[in-house]
């Protein structure tokens, strides 16, 4: 076995003298990041078998000072005095320890190795550069906010500082409700990100603010941080009391209970201020964000306006509108509610009129009203109990020859018959049968003629 390795290590010698590279003898990071006041192990390893190779290196630091570690061979290694008890080196292992980190290990170093392979006249020289950083864990951060005057929004400007009282080599990275802030022409980052200016602030940059440190070994988060800016107004609306937004005009009904409420957005809160307006001036009619109209006394449109008044930041807007009060039975309180519930009614009233005629139809074909009414005009009640006639139901018992008889000297009877028979002209319309002629007649005058 032992002649195998050594095989190998000389075929690899061989395979680096001819290309010229050591990359393939040892391998080791060019980084390490450690602690302080924790060991440190700086690991080399080989791609050969070491025994029957003989080793001569050195370690050195190179920055920030210039200083010689340890020189090891496969025997043993010479520490630097000074550093002896923080040092550990076990030849033929070349991997360098350190027992506990302070600040002063870091920088950077290099290790060079030389190794004589088996059968070679010429040693193989092996160099490699790391470096060492030391870190020290993050303590909490906090976070600063300049003091001055209330935030007024495109006036004034802020600056957040992220402080670290213990801790190496922090990042620093700023958030926003939880989100990261990228810079911009507002947000502006300075001394390695540890500041934060907003210049100039907006209503928008309202929110909480947080600081984020890490280092190599350690993270920590501050306490969120509440920014406010003073705003507005912004968005002014007028809304009635039933939730509708008020536009140019508004109709109300006489009499109607109308409130009016002016919206804005804006910190601190308006002082809302309600005018109306005449062609002589204008006069201010209460102050606050609510507004009762008495539409009672109003006889003709008129003019108002909510005027929104910022304290902070002295800024303001207003929103004018119309106020028309209806009169009259056909009142309505929108132009566009009328024309939705026209069509409506129109309907309802045109099918109660279909509905009334057909009725009038059916009843004029059913009950024949023109012969009735002719009947309860010409003929007699009769006397006789039970009888009921209303025109050809019972005619069996008129069946017989009938004639005409005229009697001299009684007037009475003739000129009931004329009048019968007059009667009778009127009726032929109604398309009359000689039997209800003869029923027009009175009955008793002509029954003591006929005897």
């Known amino acids: 076995m032992e002649i195998v390795r050594a095989a190998v290590s000389m075929l690899m010698c061989s395979m680096v003298l001819v290309s010229g590279t050591d990359t393939e003898l040892i391998r080791v990071k060019s980084i390490f990041h450690g602690t302080k006041g924790q060991p440190l192990h700086l690991l080399v390893e080989t791609d050969f078998g070491v025994n029957g190779v003989q080793i001569q290196g050195t370690w050195f630091q190179t920055s920030p000072r210039h200083a010689h570690l340890v020189t090891f061979n496969n025997n043993g290694s010479i520490m630097n005095l000074l550093l002896k008890d923080t040092l550990v080196l076990s030849p033929p292992n070349i991997s360098l320890s350190f027992k506990c980190l302070d600040e002063a290990a870091e920088g950077d170093y290099q290790l060079n190795v030389n190794f004589y392979f088996p059968g070679q ?109 003073f705003y507005g107004p912004y968005n002014l609306e007028v809304n009635s ?150 025109g050809h139901e019972d005619a069996t018992e008129d069946f017989g020859i009938y004639e005409f008889v005229s009697i001299p000297g009684r007037m009475e009877s003739a000129q009931a018959s004329s009048r019968s028979l007059a009667r009778l002209d009127s009726a032929r319309d109604l398309h009359t049968t000689i039997y209800d002629v003869i029923r027009h007649v009175p009955e008793t005058p002509t029954l003591s003629l006929l005897k």
């Open 241 to 390: 009391n039933q939730g509708q937004k008020i536009g140019e005009v508004f109709t109300v009904n006489q009499g109607e209970l109308v409130f009016f409420d002016c919206l804005a957005e804006s910190n601190p809160p308006n002082t809302c201020v309600w005018i109306s307006r005449t062609n002589n001036g204008t006069e201010v009619l209460m102050t606050g964000p609510r507004f009762h109209v008495p539409s009672h006394k109003m006889a003709q449109p008129t003019k108002f306006l909510c005027r929104a008044f910022n304290n902070v930041t002295q800024k303001q807007d207003e929103m004018h509108f119309t106020l028309v009060v209806a009169v009259g039975a056909g009142r309505e309180k929108h132009i566009q509610r009328e024309s939705a519930v026209s069509p409506l009614v129109v309907i309802t009233i045109s099918s109660l009129v279909i509905i009334v005629c057909m009725l009038f139809v059916f009843f004029r074909r059913t009950c024949h009203p023109k012969r009735v009414l002719m009947k309860i005009y010409s003929r007699p009640i009769p006397e006789e109990k039970g009888l009921h006639r209303s």
């Open 121 to 229: 006249d010429k040693p193989v020289t092996v160099t490699k550069t790391i470096s060492i950083t030391v870190n020290v864990p993050l303590s909490t951060p906090t976070v600063e906010k300049s003091m001055g005057p209330p935030l007024v929004e495109d006036r004034d400007n802020v600056t957040l500082t992220c402080t670290v009282e213990s801790g190496t080599k922090a990042k620093y990275q700023w958030l926003k409700n939880g989100q990261p802030i990228s810079p911009s022409e507002r947000h502006v980052f300075l001394d390695n990100r540890s500041v934060l200016l907003i210049s100039p602030v907006k209503k928008e940059d309202m929110g909480w603010y947080t600081c984020m440190v890490e280092n190599p070994i350690s993270q920590s988060n501050s306490t969120a941080v509440d920014l406010s800016v």
